[in-house]
């Protein structure tokens, strides 16, 4: 992360426990602060605490192994504290995922627009990566599913996370054409996935405006029909915000 962090442009210091944070925090204040929940001597719960004591005005990311809900849950400690807590990161985290979050906060907030969004979905900007879900089962790691990640390949700003751009394509009634591509190239993923001896299932977000659209389960099924895969293998979430 440090390396990541200096190869962007930040001025980068890194504790290893929480002894070294807290001689570093008075001195340095961080701007951004990524904070792993499991240090040595301690844990992060104990740092966001110490976070909110110094009023720090710094946005803090929490990244952990830990389960998602562990983490939401330690974002919302922070918040209750009245920290500006701007995400957090389950490990392993993906090195282009990394990139983006940083390079967010190095710059000014970029502005998508409705009309850049459109073209994306036009001109085929978006991409959907693949994060391998792995449970422990007999001693031993097993994957079977994996969860479908989008993202916004822009001519100019790189690689954009959902946040940016989802807000914007469900107020702008751009979400269902956005969905239906992910949805899409899921499901052909998942046949490619057969194809290769691979049964693996996943994960795909919905956006509640869907769950009233009557005509969406019979697309859905003619989709999954076309590609040949088991409905079963297809898991639709919706996040708990919505």
Known sequence: VGQVAEAAGYTVAKAQSQDEFHALLPGFKPTLVMLDLQMPGGDGVELIRALARQNSAASIVVASGMDQRVLNAAEQLGKS??????????????????????????????????????????????????????????????????????????????????????????????IAALTDFVMQAGIEQIGNWNRLGLNLGLSVNLSPKLVTNLEFPDQLAELAARANIENSQLTLEVTETA
């Open 81 to 174: 504290h009245g920290l500006k807590m701007v995400g957090v990161m389950q490990k392993p985290i993906m090195l282009g995922d990394l990139e983006c979050l940083l390079g967010r906060y190095l710059e000014t907030r970029r502005v998508v627009t409705e009309e850049q969004l459109r073209r994306a979905v036009d001109r085929a900007e978006l991409r959907v990566h693949y994060q391998p879900k792995a449970r422990l089962e007999g001693g031993s790691w097993k994957i079977d599913s994996a969860e479908s990640l989008v993202r916004w390949e822009h001519p100019d700003y790189g690689l954009i996370y959902p946040d940016e751009f989802i807000p914007l394509a469900e107020s702008s009634g751009l």
